[in-house]
């Protein structure tokens, strides 16, 4: 048993904030929040720290596109086909990414790991935690989505060599033709088994949702259409432009992962990317979180990226929310992540300092009770 004397705890629940009380851990489950100190445990002298939940990223590379290897190394991205939903992170996860390292000393607890950006249908995501020696010690959840690119990325891929698709019209028509064979093949009662149409078949019987990467607002309208058409659940990430169309997201319930935000070399599809058009998304209620894309910009700059939303005037808690509940909602793991609660898997942040200061520094980070970083 782990007996934590926390100075101050942000739930991200009801009530949001609490002074001077004990979190008890035990089977790395948070089993109570109470006034009195045990009489029996390892005493954690949090007392004059922040406590928090442990941060989520719900886009990343990470064990695929591993930290100091170089691009030769990378095996997040198979570009030699645009329809690729069988393929699986998992296969090509390596749990030794240094970058892995970087988050648990970031804070991160959790991460999806996803195929990469060239084919249209990219393959299957997981859910990985920090803590184990081996990818089968680290999945949390497998498969999670089925990763779509209907943004330029996968159009400019096939367009350099001259093939199909190559525009927003033949990427449109891929995915209906796939959708439609999906169908098809679930009808047959004796069919060899083809893992492409499994994969795509896990979406169409809202199985998993389908990930689907949009920059502009056409590309997102056309994103929620298949939504409509085939009754499908769906994540849209980056959507630059959704605060253009923010009302019919929010009617439409789709959660949104935006950034990241300390990026440069913005081209014109990505106009839109920066941080305050998330404001639009916070005044109309809609679920979103913030992603590093790792290793875009690094793992363990998700809690420094948060603060820009502080800057572009939403409060402090709803801010870290994106990093915290909110994923663990879109992730559909909020019912044991993501808030401070007895029940709760012990994933906790510890803070030198209130959340946002230049004093604040992550020095603690206990991941499902197990210590993955300390420094205090």
Known sequence: ?????????????????????????????????????????????????????????????????????????????????PSLPQLRSIDAFYPKDQGIKDAARGGVSYFVSSPGDSAVFS????????????ADEMIRKFPFALKLNMNYSARIRWRSE??????????LALIREKFEKAKSYSKKKEKEKDLEMESILKVLNREIPLKVAVNTRDEIEKALELKRDYNIDIILQEAE???????????????????????????????????????????KGILFSLTTNHPQIPVNYLYHQSVLLVKIGIPEIDAIKTITINPAAILGMDSETGTVEKGKKANLVFLSDEIYTLKSEIVGHLVEGEWVWKNF
């Open 162 to 171: 001259g093939k199909f698709p190559s525009t927003k019209m033949g990427i």
């Open 241 to 283: 432009d959704s605060f253009m169309l923010a009302d019919q997201i929010k009617k439409e319930d789709v959660p949104i992962i935006v950034g990241p935000y300390f990026m440069a070399g913005r081209m014109y599809h990505q106009r839109h990317h920066y941080a305050k058009y998330a404001f639009d998304l916070y005044e």
């Open 1 to 81: 048993m782990i007996v934590i004397k926390a100075g101050k705890i942000l739930t991200m629940r009801d009530p949001m904030v609490m002074e001077g009380k004990y979190i008890i851990v035990e089977d790395g489950i948070i089993t109570d929040i109470s006034s009195a100190k045990p009489t029996m445990g390892e005493f954690v002298d949090a007392s004059k720290m922040v406590v928090l939940p442990s941060f989520i990223d719900p886009a990343t590379a990470l064990g695929l596109a591993e930290e100091g290897a170089g691009f030769d190394y990378y095996d997040a991205d198979e570009r030699t086909n």
């Open 123 to 134: 393959g299957l995501e997981g859910v990985f935690s920090v803590r184990g020696n081996t």
